[in-house]
Each structure stands twice: as structure tokens, then as C-alpha cells.
């Protein structure tokens, strides 16, 4: 009986030893910050003996770090900031003496700086996709302490983004998501978020199931600094959970040096999935490139509205060029500015958005421009024709002086609008080249136009009135009153210094009035005498054509 008792504690001590040394001294890197997978794992498991349930992190970064190692007496780095040159994304795996029935896997996204050269994606979806792929259990740890529905939404849509692009799990496994809030939870709503994040994933079909593929609890994890009491309560209740998961239908215990192996080939097919698929960072950095492309392409729309308008109507807008290049280039500012901040990931995006806008923005103003310099040399070539008819109307012939002076006339008057004009930042054609231009094209028109009918037609008409006879009167009898009329002050004296006189004739002459404004009242007239301060004198007129 003794010696039985003996054996059996021998067996119990060679078994809590073996367990004892089956912990790793340290966690192991499965998969590179540059999403590289680790071959070194598998000899490092080897020490590690036992078959065990894989339970995985997603999210939290630090807090995920702190947490296994205050629940499981992991040893992962908590340090705030990293060692120079050190990126602490990636996979890690580590084995805990205090839970010796799971392999513990930390995954956490690199930084967005920290590009993969080789064509890998090591994002927040591409690690969720590797924890629910590997893991029987899933600790999510949501981005913040108090999420709203569409930040829980957001962060279980990154998880299971690309999930629904890998392959179907066989023989019906489903996988725990434990979600670990920072206080209260209602696993109602937590799971109401999860399934329309998962919902999104698979494009809004019905199949799979989100209870076919996943149980959700949550657990209420606060920092222990802030309720020891409900830190421990909740620590006892995850351990109690995680111990039962083979028990529980969630997945098979398998022996740690199939760990690495199997956590290679789901490495794999998540990134053959995402081959082709930029990375989260890169995704939301292209977003943010295109939101301020859309933001300032509509901001400049809205301020090239009214001077669209206006150059319809056939305007030319003054001081175009200045206002065009102030919109060209805060337009430009206003989308650097919004893009200052994105990384080297996505600058081609960025710098090929910024071209795009520019080039667009320089067509609506070019266009605008022409629009302006087409109307103002029209309006001012118009002028030039009208000026020319009227000189042939008058002489029947245009002297080339006469030419030459309405041509610099004309140039004058366009080169004076067309400088107001000119956008500097589009880079065409000067003011002086624009004047030279107009200057060329005014002369061809004036060449054409002083051979036109309508030119010709002034000409022969002045000639016409030059040689024909003077029209006569209509046959009758004409009448009309011409009234004439002086008014003699004795203004400043009287002495005659000051004289006017205004008068009308109708074209007919048999109609007329004039009067006479003088200072000479104190001068005598002929008989010797003041003349009267005012006299009136009518006048019948009669015209008698036969």
C-alpha cells in the first residue's frame, strides 16, 4: 500500500516537474513585424510538452501585453516606447506555468511606418484573421474604454475583414470571442456589433452564421490599478472560462510542436488571401488621400460657380487672373495640409491625387480664361468695325492713318483688360504674347473688313450724297415763327461787358428762337435813351414751293 502510495507520488511529482519546465523562458516570435513567419518557433516549442488549447489576443497593443502577463505570469515586454530601430508588431507565443493546459499567441499589427518590403500584409485584419484561423479562444480587446456601437462595429469589422476570404473551417469548429471591456459590458449590444461587423464581412449574406462559427462572452477587465477587486474577479472568471474550451466543443488540444507548423500554414493562406489587398494603414491613408481630393475639389467648385455664371453670360471679370490663381493655389494648400500627416506608404497615392486636382482645376480655369480673352476680343473688335463703318460713312474712304489709329486704339483697350486676365500659376501665353496675337488677329480683320459689302455699301453712299442734287422742297405751302428776343441788364454797372446769345432752328429753318443776354442796359441806344430791359420781336415766316 505504501510502496503504491509512493509510486503513485513519485508519478505526480515527475509530472508537475515535467509541467513545470514545460513554460518557455521567454515568448517566442512567431510572425516578424514585417509579416515574415519564424521557422526558429518550432525548436523553441519543442521544450513545451503536453497537448493544449491555443488562445489568442487581438487589439490593445500595451494593455493586451500587461494583461497576460498579470492573469498568466507571462513575461512580454510592457515597456511604454520601444528600443530604437524596434517595431513590436507581429506574432509571439508563450506558454504559462500557471495555465499549462493553452499556448498563449499576442498578435499585434506593426506600426503604419513600418512597411513590408517583400509584399506581406501585417495589419489589424490580417492578424484577426491569423488569431480566429490558429485559436480556439479569441481575446478581443476593443480600441478604447468606453466604444460606441459603430467603434465596436469598426473593430470587429477589421477582425473579420478578411476572414471570410480564407478557407471554410471543417468539421464545424466554432471559435470563443472573449471580449474584454474595461468596465460594465453588455454582451447583448457586444454581440449585436460583432454579428453586423460580421455580416459586413461576408457581404450581407446569411451564410455562415454567426453562431455557427462563433460563441461571443464578454468580461468585464478593468485596470487593476483602478478596482483590484474587480480586476481579480474578472482575471478568475477568463481563467475558469479559458481551463474548459476543449470541454466546452471549442476546438482540439494539440501538442505544442504541431503549433508552429499549423500556425505557418494559416500564416500562408491568410496572406494568398490578402495577396494584392495594401494594408489597413495604407486603406485608411488612401482614404484620407481621397476624402481631401473630394473636400477640395468641391471647396474650388463652389468658388468657381458664380465666375462660371458670370463668364456665360458673356462677362469678362475683372481681376480673374488674380482671384484664379489665389483659388489655384489655397486649393492646392488646403489638400497638402489634409495629407500632411500620411506616410511613405501611400505618398505616390498622394502625389498622384495631387496632380489629378491640379490638372483639373487648371482645365476649369483655362477654360475660363479662353472663355474671357475669346468674349474681350470680340466686344473690342466689334468696337474697331463700328469705328471703321463710321469713318467710312462719313469720307467713303478709310486713310491708313485712320487705320493705324484705331488699330492702337483697340490694342490699347485690350491689352488694358486682357493683363487682369492672366492667371500667372497656369504658366500659357504672357500679356505681351496675348497683345502680339490680338494685334496680328485685328489686322487680318481690318484687311477683311474694309473689302466687306457692308463697307462697301458706307462707301458707295457717301459718294452718293457727295454727287447728287440737292432734294427739293415738297410742293406747297410752309410756314413757321421765328421769335427773337434781348434782355439788357445793368449787371455790374451796365457797361456791356458781358454778352451771350443762344438760339434753335428746326432743320426746315421755319421754325426758330434766339435770345439775347446782355449788361449794356446803361448805355444809350441811338435816340439817347436807356434801352428797355426786355424786348420781344416775332416774325412770320411763309414758304411757297411751286
Not at 483697350?413 to 504672357?430: M, N, R
Request: with cysteine; charged share 20%.
Amino acid at each position: 500500500f505504501f510502496s503504491a502510495i509512493g509510486h503513485e507520488s513519485l508519478t505526480m511529482i515527475s509530472l508537475l516537474s515535467s509541467l513545470s519546465v514545460a513554460a518557455l523562458d521567454a515568448p517566442v516570435p512567431l510572425i516578424s513585424p514585417r509579416g515574415d513567419f519564424q521557422p526558429a518557433a518550432a525548436s523553441e516549442l519543442a521544450s513545451v510538452g503536453g497537448a493544449r488549447s491555443v488562445v489568442a489576443t487581438v487589439g490593445g497593443r500595451l494593455r493586451a501585453r500587461r494583461l497576460l502577463n498579470s492573469i498568466f505570469a507571462t513575461e512580454f515586454d510592457t515597456a511604454r516606447a520601444p528600443a530604437a530601430g524596434e517595431d513590436r508588431g507581429g506574432a509571439y507565443v508563450a506558454a504559462s506555468p500557471q495555465a499549462p493546459e493553452l499556448l498563449l499567441v499576442h498578435t499585434e499589427a506593426a506600426s503604419a511606418g513600418e512597411a513590408c518590403e517583400d509584399g506581406a500584409v501585417a495589419d489589424e485584419s490580417a492578424f484577426g484573421c491569423f488569431a480566429l484561423g490558429l485559436a480556439d479562444a479569441v481575446l478581443v480587446l476593443p480600441p478604447c474604454a468606453e466604444p460606441t456601437r459603430p467603434v465596436l462595429v469598426s473593430a470587429y469589422e477589421e477582425i473579420f475583414a478578411q476572414l471570410a476570404a480564407t478557407a471554410e473551417p471543417t468539421d464545424g469548429k466554432r471559435t470563443l470571442l472573449v471580449h474584454l471591456a474595461q468596465s460594465a459590458a453588455d454582451a447583448a449590444a457586444i454581440k449585436s456589433a460583432a454579428m453586423d461587423a460580421w455580416a459586413a464581412a461576408c457581404g450581407g449574406g446569411a451564410e455562415p452564421s454567426f453562431d455557427s462559427r462563433f460563441e461571443l462572452t464578454a468580461i468585464a477587465l478593468p485596470s487593476s490599478a483602478v478596482d483590484a477587486d474587480a480586476f481579480s474577479a474578472g482575471a478568475t472568471e477568463l481563467r475558469t472560462r479559458l481551463r474548459t474550451l476543449a470541454r466546452d466543443g471549442f476546438g482540439t488540444p494539440i501538442a505544442a510542436t504541431e503549433v508552429a507548423a499549423r500556425a505557418e500554414a494559416v500564416w500562408l493562406a491568410v496572406q494568398s488571401a490578402a495577396s494584392g489587398r495594401p494594408g489597413g494603414a495604407a486603406l485608411r491613408e488612401r482614404y484620407q488621400a481621397a476624402r481631401a481630393y473630394e473636400a477640395s475639389m468641391e471647396a474650388a467648385v463652389l468658388k468657381l460657380r458664380p465666375l462660371s455664371a458670370a463668364v456665360a453670360k458673356g462677362r469678362v471679370i475683372d481681376g480673374f487672373g488674380a482671384a484664379a490663381d489665389s483659388l489655384l493655389n489655397g486649393t492646392l494648400a488646403h489638400y497638402d495640409d489634409a495629407v500632411a500627416d500620411v506616410s511613405g506608404i501611400t505618398a505616390e497615392l498622394v502625389a498622384r491625387r495631387r496632380a489629378i486636382l491640379s490638372k483639373q482645376l487648371q482645365a476649369d480655369v483655362k477654360e475660363l480664361f479662353s472663355k474671357q480673352q475669346r468674349s474681350l476680343a470680340r466686344s473690342v473688335c466689334k468696337r474697331y468695325e463700328r469705328q471703321l463703318l463710321a469713318v467710312m460713312e462719313r469720307a467713303g474712304n478709310v486713310a491708313q492713318y485712320q487705320r493705324d489709329r484705331l488699330r492702337k486704339n483697340a490694342e490699347r483697350a485690350y491689352d488694358a483688360q486682357v493683363a487682369s486676365l492672366v492667371v500667372p500659376s497656369l504658366g500659357g501665353p504672357t500679356r505681351a504674347q496675348l497683345t502680339q496675337s490680338f494685334s496680328a488677329q485685328l489686322t487680318a480683320f481690318a484687311d477683311r473688313l474694309v473689302e466687306s459689302p457692308s463697307m462697301q455699301l458706307q462707301a458707295l453712299g457717301a459718294t452718293r450724297r457727295r454727287v447728287s442734287k440737292p432734294a427739293k422742297p415738297p410742293k406747297g405751302l410752309r410756314w413757321g415763327l421765328a421769335l427773337t428776343g434781348a434782355m439788357r441788364t445793368k449787371w455790374g454797372g451796365g457797361g456791356g461787358n458781358l454778352q451771350t446769345f443762344a438760339g434753335y432752328q428746326t432743320p426746315d429753318g421755319m421754325w426758330s428762337a434766339h435770345g439775347l443776354l446782355a449788361n449794356d442796359g446803361a448805355i444809350a441806344d441811338s435816340s439817347g435813351s436807356e434801352p428797355p430791359p426786355l424786348r420781344m420781336q416775332p416774325k412770320l415766316n411763309v414758304d411757297l414751293s411751286l
